[in-house]
């Protein structure tokens, strides 16, 4: 990375210095204690570096020690001053052309490290209950979750995405119950779900349900003697609905987990056997207690209630456990903000079973709220965007994967229907996605013949296929972009997605690279509205050329991450 360079350059002459005498007091330098900057004013300079910390050793003003450090270095064709304590760097052309040269050599793997740490993680995420249509929460998870595998997986690391199917528990046999209304209902009978509030909370009342009533009597007569066979019907209906959506989403996973498959192997009674033989589980009032507080939760949790029945907890004690029993490195687990108390428990239960705590992460993601016409809107008062599969529906796939990205997980999404659906620069997936279908064309105008809508005349093209295919395998490196800032700016705003990557992929950020990828389509139209790329100085115009290209590889796989397409026409 340019700023890595730069960073190198200004150690290396600190050392130097310190070595001349020129540092006042300083007798040694440790690296790693100085950053590099972007200035806000670009007149200042492309990076910059604080030296001003080094005053407490030095004994000497920050603007000496600068400009003594500016002394040892080597300019080559870059540009270095000396504002205040800082700094300050502009890059030579050589180091702008050798970054295009790289990424028109490297294409799809630009910006990938050549070495990490590289780990086996498991990612999991959406693992909604098998008991309904996705809503616009999950919607979030799937799309913030495949971008972050696609991230982890681009960046070295071996990923594996898991889905945890909830098919464990009340929940199912109260879609079998309801199921059983809507078959009646179907069969003419003249029944409801209660209207009561505490008994209704036993149903399942929503519409969706209605459809697997009616595929139900395809195959049967009325109702079986048994409802577990309504609930497994419902729960393998409701499953193939979820997966069928979650493909149509871009979001692939490796493998769904069954909580039911947990509980028959035997794992879930291991791990509770193993918690109460090594003396951390107790009885009060009937019930097991875990004593997660002696492991940092802030009290002891129930496991196993007085009726026998296990609560969330215990399965998810063993289902974590039997991850790192299948030989992972890591655990990503993707959940809702309304989970936050569980993390603690988790991480207490690893702890007490002797497992690395560390080793599990949690990312907690706020909601989503629904903007139609400037307005939020109260989800269970809009029937017709309730869904995950209606919003994909009303706005597109690559709208609404590009959205449930773009802000923090932490932060509460506002989902502008209206504003996402607008063929416009307000719309910022249009915005982005249009910069790369502008690159795509401007390539084409200069490899393909075009009529002339004026004489009726066929233009001849400026480049062939075979010069273009030339152009973009052996950059002239000697070719310079001109005095001209946008250029320069664009060459800069693409450096950054080295490390845009790498900070990402250690936060595990994703609307990181949303962020950048507007940033990068805005650098972009200044340029073509500031440049004629097309000119008639054609060592200049193949230069200006490579540089569109390389903008456009750097969209692509930027999209590509995010799973959202790159139009080459719009």
Not at 215 to 241: I, T
Request: some cysteine.
């Amino acid at each position: 990375m340019i700023k890595d360079y730069f960073l190198n350059k200004v150690e290396e002459a600190i050392e130097k210095a310190v070595k001349s005498g020129k540092l006042g007091q300083m007798t040694e330098y440790e690296k790693g204690t100085l950053a590099v900057e972007r200035p806000k004013n670009v007149d200042f300079g492309d990076y910059a570096v604080n030296v001003s910390c080094l005053a407490r050793t030095a004994r000497i003003a920050p603007p000496l020690i600068a400009q003594n450090i500016l002394e040892f270095i080597e300019k080559e064709d870059n540009e270095y001053t000396v504002i205040a304590g800082f700094i300050n760097f502009k890059a030579g052309n050589s180091l702008l052309c050798n970054l295009i040269d790289e990424i028109i050599r490297k294409k799809s793997l630009f910006g990938k490290p050549e070495k990490i740490d590289k780990e086996k993680i498991i990612l999991e995420y959406v693992s909604a209950n098998p008991t309904g249509p996705f809503h616009i929460g999950h919607g979030r998870w799937a799309a913030m979750g495949s971008v972050l595998a696609n991230l982890l997986k681009f960046y070295g690391h071996e990923v594996y995405q898991e889905f945890y199917i909830n098919d464990a528990g009340s929940q199912i046999q109260k879609l079998g119950n309801s199921l059983a209304i809507r078959i009646r209902q179907e069969l003419g009978e003249k029944v409801d779900f209660p209207t009561d509030e505490a008994e209704r909370k036993n149903y399942y009342p929503g519409d969706y349900l209605i459809p697997v009533a009616k595929e139900y009597l395809k195959s049967h007569k009325g109702l079986p003697d048994d409802v577990q066979e309504l609930c497994d019907f419902a729960k393998d209906y409701e499953e193939k609905v979820q997966r069928d959506l979650l493909e149509k989403f871009r979001v692939h996973f490796d493998n769904f987990y069954s909580e039911l498959t947990l509980h028959k192997s035997g794992k879930v009674d291991e791990c509770v056997n193993k918690l109460k033989e090594s003396g951390k589980i107790y009885q009060k009032d009937g019930a097991d207690w875990f004593k997660s507080s002696d492991f940092g939760d802030d009290q002891d949790r129930v496991i196993k209630k007085a009726d026998g029945a296990n609560t969330y907890l215990t399965a998810d004690i063993a289902y974590h456990i039997d991850k790192l029993n299948r030989g992972f490195d890591r655990m990503i687990d993707i959940w809702g903000a309304d989970h936050h108390g569980y993390v603690a428990r988790v991480k207490a239960s690893l702890a007490a079973l002797g497992r690395d705590p560390d080793k599990l992460e949690i990312l907690l993601g706020q909601l989503v709220n629904l903007v139609v016409n400037g307005e939020e809107v109260r989800m269970g008062k809009r029937k017709n965007m309730v869904t995950l599969e209606d919003l994909i529906d009303d706005v597109g796939v690559d709208a609404t994967r590009f959205w449930m990205t773009m802000r923090n997980i932490d932060t509460t999404l506002d989902f502008d229907i209206d504003l996402a659906k607008k063929n416009s620069d307000e719309n910022p997936v249009f915005y982005v996605q249009y910069a790369h279908a502008r690159a795509c064309s401007i390539i084409r105008n200069v490899i393909n013949d075009k009529i002339d809508t004026e004489s009726g005349k066929t233009v001849p093209a400026i480049l062939s296929e075979a010069e273009y295919k030339d152009l973009t395998e052996n950059f002239d490196k000697s070719i310079l972009f001109g005095n001209i800032q946008d250029a320069r700016q664009l060459v800069l705003k693409l450096e950054e997605y080295k490390s845009m990557i790498e900070n990402s992929a250690k936060t595990r950020q994703v609307y990181t690279i949303c962020r950048y990828v507007q940033e990068l389509a805005s650098e972009f139209h200044s340029f073509y509205n500031a440049v004629r790329v097309i000119n008639d100085d054609k060592q200049l115009t193949k230069a200006r050329l490579a540089l569109v290209y390389s903008v456009k590889t750097v969209l692509n796989n930027a999209l590509e991450l995010l799973a959202v397409t790159a139009p080459e026409r719009m």
